[in-house]
């Protein structure tokens, strides 16, 4: 694994008791213990969601307690007992029998918070071998799980707390052939991600890989212009080349549903969100991890934003995209039943507009992965959900056949349809013309994901009283990834309607 640890900071010799082994380290004293873990001493399962002390997806036991490594300076723990989930393993019957009973509850689902957990849990069983529901719920506290709801996490470590006081583990089955019909199947890929040893997007890293930096459109809409680009790569020594829109040789357009792509990679001349890509900076990692992009040669001039849907949708609004008249992306139309005899025929009428919060994924996993040459092909490994159609929008991009593409997929730390697009991929593979073919690392800094344009769904209905509610859906939203506009068609919207009706009326209501 290659070492990223920044050299602004003086290194010292410290000296570390992890799983059990001693051994020293080279660091900053000021290091984040994850990226020690992680980066130098290769222990992946520490999971880094958020970096932040967030997401607990970092979770490792200090002297038997769990704590944030992301939280803890490596230089505070010295000669302290450091335990990763790669050292749980040394903690059997406990451990096995947690690792048991999270494979039988399915409680490790994409398993980025399965570390984390099982950390946890373990420090709560060893100081408390029969905790009640609320002490488990208040141990895992800190660990965020987006996939399970948590239900099955809890039940598994109870369930593990009871087994914990006899003698035997309840091994998870799989049930037999001829009887498999409704019955519970422990996950195909639920070992390693119980293990810790399930490589996710950013647990690998090879060694000698070139590190990407994008550079970002501060602004929500702005025109820019770079500067003398070529100065500041001459500047900036371990900085190898940077990337702009001149660079992607095929069509640079890309989006999850090729009809409605509209994404560059780089945008040209214009932003039209902030936080979208103008630039990468490609160099040692060492040197981009240093790198203050506020010297950046880049200036903005802000231009006027349209912040709401009704101002997009005004007579005369400024085009977000040149090819989309009325700054509408496509227009459906839905049809079934008569809509306007339920609504004469109803004991009653509601109307209302409603309008959803941003949305963000938050998966736990940050969108990271590498890309290198192979033979004929280039290779991109990287977290995704779709790498079928990551090839094809690969090669659009690069303007070469999809046979010389080869897509590598990482275990998914939470998808949800986020990890459709692409994220991290055009990016990575971009430099290889320009840095003599290396392999280039690229992970997004805004872990955990790159935040995407959000549902702001507005619509206008009515609902009729019995027998069924006749609803009359106007739905506008922006742009995005995410079927946000079908989920509100559905249980929320029957929801918020049932609300808005007569108290007599609610009874008697269903949706549909
Ligand atoms: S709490 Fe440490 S990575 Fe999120
Ligand atoms: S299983 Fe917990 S975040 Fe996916």
């Not at 660091?27 to 130098?40: D, K």
Request: hydrophobic share 40%; net charge negative; with cysteine.
């Amino acid at each position: 694994m290659a070492s990223i640890a920044p050299a602004s900071e003086t290194k010292c010799l410290l000296k570390l008791v992890v799983n059990d082994r001693k051994l020293s380290v080279v660091a900053p004293p000021v290091q984040r213990l994850s990226r020690v873990l992680r980066e130098q001493l290769g222990l992946t399962g520490t999971k880094v969601g958020c970096d932040a002390g967030d997401c607990g997806a970092c979770t490792v036991l200090l002297d038997g307690e769990a704590v944030c490594a992301c939280l803890v300076a490596v230089g505070q723990v010295e000669n302290h007992a450091i335990t990763t989930i790669e050292g749980l393993k040394s903690r059997p019957p406990l451990f096995d029998r947690l690792q048991d009973a999270f494979l039988r509850h399915g409680a490790a689902q994409c398993g980025a918070c399965t570390p984390g957990m099982l950390v946890s849990a373990t420090a709560l069983l060893e100081h408390n071998s029969s905790p009640s529901e609320s002490e488990v719920t208040d141990a895992l506290g800190g660990v965020l799980c987006r996939c399970t709801g948590y239900r099955k996490i809890i039940t598994a470590v109870l369930d593990a707390a009871v087994l914990n006081t006899g003698p035997e583990s309840a091994e998870p089955s799989c049930p037999t052939a001829g009887a498999s019909v409704g019955q519970r199947l422990v996950r195909l890929d639920g070992k390693p991600k119980v293990e810790g040893t399930e490589i996710y997007g950013a647990d690998e890293i090879p060694a000698g890989a070139l590190a990407l930096r994008v550079v970002r459109c501060p602004y929500h809409r702005a025109k820019f212009r770079f500067g003398d680009l070529e100065a500041f790569v001459a500047a900036h020594p371990g900085v190898e080349a940077i990337l702009t829109s001149k660079d992607v040789p095929g069509e640079d357009c890309y989006g999850v549903i090729a009809s409605f792509a509209d994404q560059p990679i780089f945008a040209h001349e214009e932003a039209r969100h902030r936080g979208e890509a103008v630039a990468a900076i490609v160099g040692e990692a060492q040197a981009i991890e240093e790198l203050d992009t506020a010297t950046f040669p880049a200036s903005w001039e802000e231009l006027p934003l349209l912040r709401t849907i009704d101002e997009a949708l005004a007579p005369g609004a400024r085009l977000i995209h040149a090819h989309r008249p009325e700054n509408v992306l496509t227009r459906g139309r839905v049809a079934r039943g008569n809509v306007e005899q339920a609504l004469a025929e109803a004991d009653a009428v509601v109307e209302g507009e409603f309008e959803t919060g941003f949305v963000e994924h938050a998966c736990i996993e940050p969108e990271a992965g590498f890309a290198r040459r192979v033979g004929d092909q280039i290779e991109i490994q990287a977290c995704t959900q779709s790498p079928y159609m990551d090839r094809a929008d690969i090669a659009k991009l690069l303007g070469i056949a999809v046979e010389a593409v080869r897509i590598i997929p990482t275990a998914v730390g939470g998808g949800f349809g986020t990890k459709l697009d692409l994220s991290v991929q055009p990016f990575s593979h971009l430099p290889r013309g320009v840095c003599g073919g290396r392999c280039v690392w690229f992970i997004h800094a805004s872990s955990p994901s790159w935040p995407r344009p959000s549902a702001i769904p507005h619509a206008c209905a009515a609902a009729p009283g019995q027998p069924r509610t006749a609803n009359c859906l106007r739905l506008i939203s922006p742009p995005i990834s995410t079927p946000a506009p079908i989920r509100l068609g559905g249980l929320r919207l029957r929801r918020a309607f049932r609300c808005m009706l007569p108290d007599r009326m609610r009874s008697r209501t269903t949706g549909h």
